[in-house]
């Protein structure tokens, strides 16, 4: 059985990986804030270049974090996450992008997937749910940043789609992790967002939320899976972590729990 389990590198960096996916021996991984050079509010492994911390400590954390799980920093890509649906095909010539600079990041997307042997995808989290896809058979990657908005509009759903058009992909080789994210038991929302639930899971939607006074709490892990299941990953092969950033500050930062003030952690996923 598959499960996410924390692991602390020789560099005192501690990440979560995915035993699914490290048994068949995928570079992955989720950092933590633990193992980091930042200081307070941003302590310690803090990736967010964004974020209010100094630019080169944050470029020391995610070389460190890179060589946690075994990665070449220089050459990870990245991109300038919006919350859209936009699916970047990363190929040889984006190697480093965004690695060290929020501006040459890929511009205005919020997923990215490749078939290049060792040119890792990283994408940046307080709160949004990571989704790591690996094809064994295809030998292709693919990463998601999915807040409400991507996960309303199925960005996990259609990376693997996007998988399929570039690299042949299909849905019931893949392998997923949904890694630390807010939970169910946090994340709560108003009418417009269930609004928009309704809209894209019009069948499955009321299963995702619970009623809490005039608010709703939203499973943003199950919404994830639905939509996966929905185009054919088998259940089977979807992980979800089960960690709600929110309620482990001490472990991950989370936007809301921390008011705004806070790093990020990264997820990697490498072939």
Request: aromatic letters at 8%; glycine letters at 10%.
């Amino acid at each position: 059985m598959s499960k996410f389990v924390l692991k602390r590198a020789a560099n005192g960096v501690w990440f979560g990986l995915f035993t699914h996916l490290a048994h068949q021996g995928l570079k992955h991984g989720v950092s933590t804030r633990l193992g980091g050079l930042s200081v307070a509010p941003y302590a310690t492994l803090n990736l967010g270049l964004k974020s209010g911390d100094d630019p080169h400590t944050v470029r020391l954390n995610r070389d460190l974090f890179c060589q946690a799980v075994g990665v070449d920093y220089a050459r990870a890509a990245t991109c300038q996450q919006v919350h859209g649906d936009h699916i970047h095909l990363v190929m040889a010539d984006d190697a480093g992008r965004g690695a060290r600079s929020h501006a040459a990041a890929v511009p205005a997307s919020d997923a990215l997937i490749t078939a290049e042997r060792g040119l890792p995808l990283i994408l940046f989290y307080a709160d949004c749910v990571p989704v790591l896809i690996y094809d064994p058979v295809r030998k292709a990657v693919g990463l998601s940043h999915a807040g409400w908005k991507g996960t309303v509009a199925k960005i996990g759903a259609k990376t693997v789609l996007a998988m399929g058009e570039h690299f042949g992909t299909q849905p019931a080789d893949c392998l997923v992790g949904i890694g630390p994210s807010i939970g169910p038991c946090c994340y709560e929302v108003d009418a417009p967002v269930v609004d928009t639930l309704k809209a894209s899971f019009c069948d499955t939607w009321q299963h995702l939320v619970v009623p809490r006074g005039d608010k709703w709490l939203l499973d943003l892990w199950h919404a994830n899976r639905d939509q996966l299941e929905e185009i054919g990953v088998p259940r089977a092969n979807i992980d979800i972590s089960g960690v709600c950033t929110a309620e482990n500050t001490a472990l991950f930062y989370s936007h809301r729990a921390e008011h705004g003030t806070t790093g990020r952690h990264g997820a990697i996923i490498c072939l």
